[in-house]
Structures are given as structure tokens and as C-alpha cells.
């Protein structure tokens, strides 16, 4: 069992991003700047966000933080992301979810500028990635897929069971593993909270990929050996021997399923980083291609 480390692939990545915004700046160009929304306090947005920030911070972009109380109106909320879209100096926008339940997060979406949609949620990216076309990639699976190829794991031919069918994870990750791509070219099978016999499907699994959002709920019995495990999961779970009284685990049962696997991402510290690392590498070219420097993804 080989552990997938998102911290040190990250790290990694990171320090490339730095590299080219270092040189990219030396031939003229501007910092990048990433925008992020944030409405309420929930305390995961708070945390996802705050990382975002600092990373912002380590490689050299500038960023901005608005806040907003949960009373905002759809369309208040709206017209703030207005702003940021016409605001030139703005490269990239991200509105931290989930957004309180009088707002439709789609409607704020679907107003972000699609060049400055570095979170690759907006319908146009969506659609552009779905037809293999060179766009933002939704951050998560974006992340996956740098993680596999810093591996190089192949997952050509192999069948790919991922759980899970939300538009931001499970959904845009069965069309990247399947593209005709390196990585990828997997056999996908999706399943969700409607699937029969689901042990069954995940056993015949070269690889799973678990987003869910139920702690442990990927145990031994439904993996076979030498499965790979990307776990997406990050779910808070109380934990009387901690401080905080609590921790975080993935969607997979990791000591049960660990010792099965050939390959397995911690969590923390296997997809979550990697999700940044998406983000960064979008705003990055979101920069570039302002400035009419094209760069493919
Ligand atoms: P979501 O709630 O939008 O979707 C959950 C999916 O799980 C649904 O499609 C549903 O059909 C499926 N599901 C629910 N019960 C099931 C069951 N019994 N059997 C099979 N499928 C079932 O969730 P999401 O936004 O995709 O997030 C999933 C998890 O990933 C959460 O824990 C979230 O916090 C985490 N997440 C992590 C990152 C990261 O960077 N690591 C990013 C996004 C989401």
C-alpha cells in the first residue's frame, strides 16, 4: 500500500505555480488575482477559504476576501459578482459553497464571468470540459487528475466506480477519467444514492473514487485487492481524545480499506490540497489568458 500525499504533491505543484508567476511577472505580466466570496461563517467555509487565501499568499497572487452576512439577497449577491467581473484587475472569482438556502447558488454561478471561472462551476466550463474542449477544470477533479499523473498512475482501460454524482466531484470526475487523455481512458461506472448492489459494483473496482459525504462509508468488504482509493470525503467527527473534540475522516473506512489498496489518499491531506492546487492553476491561466497569452490545460 502505497499512500497518495496531497500535502507533498502539492507542495510540489506549488512551488511550479511560484515559478511561473515569478517568470511570468518578469516578462511584464501582473500578479494574479483571485477574488473569493464568502457568505455567512460557517465554520468549513471559513477554514476552505482561509486556505485559499494564504495559498494566494505563498505563490505570489494577490487576492480578496468579501464577506457577506447570510441576509444578502440573490441579487445583492448577484451584482457583487458583477463588480468583480467587470473589475480588471480581477482574474479569478470563487463563491465559497454552499450558499444560504434563499440563494440559488446556479443563479450566482451562472453570473460569474465564464474567463474568470476558476472554480470551473459555471455552465460553459462545464460544458467545454464535457466536449474535451481546453477550460477551467472544476478544481477537485482537476486535483485528482495532477495527483494521478504526479503518480503516474494509469488508469487506461482500468474500470473507475466513482460514488457520488455532484456537479462540482463525482459528475465531472467519470468525464475526465474516461476522456482520451493521459491520465485517463478508464472504463467509469457512476453510482449514487440510487444504485442497487452497490458492494457488488465497487468490488469489480481497478479504482474508486469516493465522494459522498458519509464518514467511513467505503469499508473492507466492498473493495477488492490492490484497489486504488481516492478518497474526496471530508466529513467532522466527534473525537473526545482531541482537543477540538473532534476530527476530520474521509468517505472511506481508511484502516479497514488501507491494507487492501495498492494505492490510497489520506484524509486530510490527500485530495484537499490537491483541490487548491486546481484553483491555482485555473486563476494562474485565467491570468495569462487576459493578457492574451494563451497556455492549455
Ligand atoms: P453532494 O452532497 O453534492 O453529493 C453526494 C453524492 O453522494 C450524491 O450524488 C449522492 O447521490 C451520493 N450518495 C449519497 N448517499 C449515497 C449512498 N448511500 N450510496 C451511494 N451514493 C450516495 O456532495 P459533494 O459536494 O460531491 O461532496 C462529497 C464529499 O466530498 C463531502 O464530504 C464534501 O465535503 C467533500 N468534498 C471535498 C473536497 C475536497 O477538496 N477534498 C471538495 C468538494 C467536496
Known amino acids: 500500500m502505497e499512500k497518495l500525499d496531497g500535502n507533498l504533491v ?8 511560484k515559478q511561473e508567476v515569478i517568470d511570468w511577472q518578469e516578462k511584464g505580466g501582473k500578479k494574479p488575482h483571485l477574488a473569493a466570496i464568502l457568505v455567512g461563517n460557517n465554520p468549513a467555509s471559513e477554514a476552505y477559504v482561509g486556505h485559499k ?5 505563498e505563490l ?12 444578502i439577497t ?20 470563487l463563491v465559497q459553497l454552499p450558499l444560504p438556502d434563499h440563494i440559488s447558488g446556479d443563479a450566482v454561478i451562472l453570473a460569474i464571468d ?29 486535483g485528482i487528475m495532477l495527483m494521478l499523473d504526479h503518480y503516474n498512475i494509469d488508469v487506461a482501460g482500468k474500470h473507475c466506480v466513482v460514488i457520488g454524482r455532484s456537479n462540482i466531484v463525482g459528475t465531472p470526475m467519470t468525464i475526465l477519467l474516461s476522456r482520451n487523455t493521459k491520465p485517463g481512458n478508464a472504463t467509469v461506472t457512476l453510482t449514487h444514492s440510487r444504485t442497487k448492489n452497490l458492494a457488488e459494483i465497487t468490488r469489480t473496482a481497478d479504482v474508486i473514487v469516493a465522494a459522498i459525504g458519509k464518514p467511513g462509508f467505503v469499508t473492507a468488504d466492498m473493495v477488492k ?12 467527527i466527534s473525537d473526545a481524545t482531541k482537543k477540538s473534540g473532534s476530527r476530520l475522516v474521509g468517505d472511506v473506512d481508511y484502516e479497514g480499506c488501507a491494507p487492501h489498496s495498492s ?20 486563476t494562474l491561466l485565467a491570468a495569462m489568458q487576459k493578457a492574451g497569452e494563451i497556455v492549455g490545460n
Open 10 to 17: 502539492s507542495a510540489h505543484i506549488k512551488e511550479q505555480i
Open 53 to 57: 487565501v494564504k495559498s494566494c499568499a
Open 60 to 71: 505570489g497572487f494577490e487576492s480578496t476576501l468579501l464577506r457577506f452576512t447570510p441576509d
Open 74 to 93: 440573490e441579487e445583492q449577491l448577484i451584482n457583487e459578482v458583477k463588480k468583480l467581473n467587470d473589475n480588471d484587475d480581477v482574474d479569478g472569482i
Open 114 to 142: 465564464p474567463s474568470k471561472d476558476v472554480d470551473g462551476f459555471h455552465p460553459i466550463s462545464q460544458g467545454k470540459m464535457m466536449l474535451g474542449q481546453p477550460t477551467f477544470l472544476p478544481a477537485t477533479p482537476y
Open 225 to 236: 485487492d490492490g484497489v486504488i482509493i481516492i478518497d474526496v470525503g471530508i466529513n467532522r
Open 263 to 282: 494505492f490510497i489518499t489520506p484524509v486530510p491531506g490527500g485530495v484537499g490540497p490537491m483541490t487548491i492546487c486546481g484553483l491555482m492553476k485555473n
